[in-house]
């Protein structure tokens, strides 16, 4: 199973000037630190919690369909399914209907379900034969983003402005603040 991102973000879930407000930083001569800050505590965010913040466009390749034609899908919230390809060994896909899968795009996981059996196509490639094209992302625009991820992106992007200095394996180190964690607590996927 492979995931690739197919299309990145149109922004970031907060800008250069929020950042700066919060940061109390006059003048220009920082922005392209601080800007570089708000992306990797987006990506941060995102590879923690299994999110996709802003919306953006993936495609999510597999071996073989699960039993049951159940899918779940790596990264939440999906919007929407773009399309559902069995690839063969000759480099050609054919297409399957999205409409043939019901998408619970919300879910903790999201799931893939087919409806019609198409997931019973089987791919004749022996790796990747299986391609699920998907949007995620809570929406285009960072008002879409929930505020206690917004507020903890933009402590995150504070603790490393402060924090700048290189970290020796082995010695203590600057642990992401506790108040980070606290706010992205609710979206965290639980396991039971």
């Known amino acids: 199973m492979s995931l690739v991102m197919t299309g990145g973000p149109a922004l970031e879930p907060v800008s250069l000037a929020e950042a700066k407000a919060h940061l109390r930083v ?7 630190l601080i800007q570089s800050l708000i992306v ?3 990506l941060h965010i995102e590879a923690a ?3 996709a913040l802003i919306t953006q466009s993936w495609s999510y390749f597999l071996d073989r369909w699960p039993k049951a034609g159940r899918l779940q ?3 939440r919230p999906v919007a929407a399914i773009a399309h559902v390809r069995v690839w063969n060994d000759e480099g050609t896909s054919d297409s399957l209907d999205p409409a043939s899968f019901l998408l ?3 879910g903790m996981p999201p799931r893939l379900v087919s409806l019609s059996g198409a997931a019973e196509i089987a791919p004749m490639r022996a790796a990747n034969g299986i391609e699920i094209g998907f949007t995620a992302g809570f929406g285009a625009a960072t008002d879409d983003v929930p505020a206690p991820i917004r507020h903890a992106l933009l402590l995150l992007v504070a603790h490393w402005y402060e924090n700048r200095e290189p970290v020796q394996i082995g010695v203590g180190v600057n642990a992401v603040p506790a108040m980070v964690s606290d706010l992205l607590a609710p979206y965290r996927r639980r396991r039971l």
């Open 26 to 32: 006059d003048g220009t001569a920082e922005d392209a």
């Open 104 to 106: 619970d795009g919300h």
């Open 73 to 75: 899908l790596p990264l």
């Open 49 to 51: 919690l299994g999110l």
């Open 40 to 42: 990797t505590s987006r």
